[in-house]
């Protein structure tokens, strides 16, 4: 779950396989790359805001190199250039943008009116309307029951052949069967104000691990409650639903919110701050929140790849290697026609990673062919993209497929929690598709 996306073309104007570097980047040193984004955006909307053009461009060129695989910023320069005039300048832009796999909405008619008198704008017009199209094999496997429960998180349960799902809303997990049906509640509510977001079953001990955060869209939350009430991690007895352990991340006058979670081999919990920025683990046996690193803008669903090594997505920089027993990151590369940004859910299998992007245009689901060493992408191949699919998610293996949700409802409500005008309709519904390309 994305708290903290940020969306630069809104700040700026109010709105197959490809090959990559097997270059591995070293563990930043000095100050992160998050902290160097963060303080380049504040800048930017400050410069947005006063019509500071020039300083407008430094900042933007600035988050590019920051962030090379995060397509809005090239959208952003696109639309820099076409305003002042420099249509070859903004087709160049706007070509990097769609060779990316993105597309435009309505308001890029504009944009592409703009650019009109450069001669490869018919060819960017064509491209950009493919890559809008639905592809892929992914298919709509049942509908969840709506009434904006804000389904968040969905995990898997191999012995009982059955699903656990998330209610930001309902405040409590949910069970059903493999077919979707028979959904019934599993744990009581979590207090006024405290949703459960993130989930994820560890099938070697039968534990469920669920988290929660005070958010703005739950019922009883007040303005300020994410920095003065704890958010938690909590593990779950499957057969009775009761909390049997909970560990908090006690508050301290900051907003936080343990969002996403990932079990390790070792029965390690890895759980994501997306608002603070930070990883934290549990480790086996233990039942303290430990701080692992705090080099993110907002970490999305952690992807253990081995005991000392696990994937970490941020929603606008890119996907990290992070090593669980000292923190430290690198950031892993990739050719930058492979958009790494919007990333939710991320899961490692048979090699490669599996994520779905609800920060691009359009959301889709993207397999990411590793390295040898893990430490770069050198390929990815679209699993599935379209309309159809909304905001999706997180997801499940299952049998080599993602079971995933789609139209998960975040889209209806604004940032302070309340219904949007004219909301979009809340129909959430669990998708799959195969994990390797066919």
Request: include cysteine.
């Amino acid at each position: 779950m994305q708290l903290r996306a940020l969306v630069v073309v809104g700040l700026v104007y109010g709105c197959g396989s490809r090959a990559a570097s097997p270059a591995v980047p070293p563990p930043e040193q000095g100050p992160s790359k998050a902290s160097r984004w963060a303080s380049d955006f504040k800048q930017l909307d400050g410069a947005r805001r006063s019509g500071d053009s020039r300083t407008t461009l430094r900042l933007l060129s600035e988050m590019r190199e920051l962030a090379p695989n995060n397509p809005q910023l090239p959208l952003a320069l696109a639309r820099m250039a076409a305003d002042r005039g420099d249509v070859a300048e903004g087709a160049r832009w706007l070509e990097h943008y769609a060779a990316a796999g993105m597309t435009l909405g309505a308001e890029g008619a504009k944009l592409l009116g703009a650019l009109a008198g450069d001669p490869h704008a018919g060819q960017l017009t064509e491209q950009l309307a493919a890559n809008g199209r639905a592809m892929g094999a992914a298919q709509r496997a049942f509908a969840l029951p709506a009434g904006d429960k804000l389904f968040e998180d969905v995990a898997w349960d191999p012995q009982a052949h059955r699903f656990y799902l998330t209610s930001v809303r309902d405040r409590r997990v949910y069970t059903m069967d493999a077919d979707g049906q028979g959904m019934r509640p599993l744990t009581a509510p979590e207090p006024d104000g405290i949703g459960v977001l993130g989930i994820a079953f560890d099938p070697a001990r039968r534990v469920l691990w669920m988290s929660t955060a005070a958010l703005p869209p739950v019922p009883g939350y007040r303005k300020g409650d994410d920095a003065a009430r704890a958010s938690s991690v909590a593990s779950v007895d499957v057969s009775t639903g009761q909390v049997v352990q909970r560990i908090e991340l006690r508050p301290d006058g900051k907003p936080h919110a343990l969002t996403d979670l990932a079990i390790a081999a070792s029965g390690d919990v890895l759980a994501s701050d997306a608002t603070a920025g930070g990883l934290y683990i549990v480790r086996s046996g233990r039942a303290v929140l430990e701080p692992l690193s705090t080099g993110f803008d907002s970490p999305q669903t952690p992807a253990p790849r081995d005991e000392a090594t696990v994937y970490v997505p941020d929603h606008a920089l890119g996907i990290a290697r992070v090593d669980t027993r000292t923190g430290a990151v690198s950031w892993l590369s990739a050719s930058l026609e492979i958009a790494l940004s919007g990333i939710d859910g991320l899961y490692l299998i048979q090699g490669a990673l599996v994520a779905i992007q609800n920060g691009t245009r359009p959301p889709r689901v993207v397999r990411l062919a590793l390295s040898p060493d893990g430490g770069a992408i050198v390929a990815a191949t679209v699993l599935a993209a379209s309309p159809d699919l909304g905001e999706p998610t997180h997801g499940a293996i299952v049998d080599d497929q993602l079971w995933f949700l789609a139209n998960s409802g975040w889209s209806r409500f604004s940032d302070d929690g309340t219904l949007v005008s004219d909301p979009p309709a809340d129909a959430p519904s669990i998708w799959r598709v195969p994990t390797a390309p066919r």
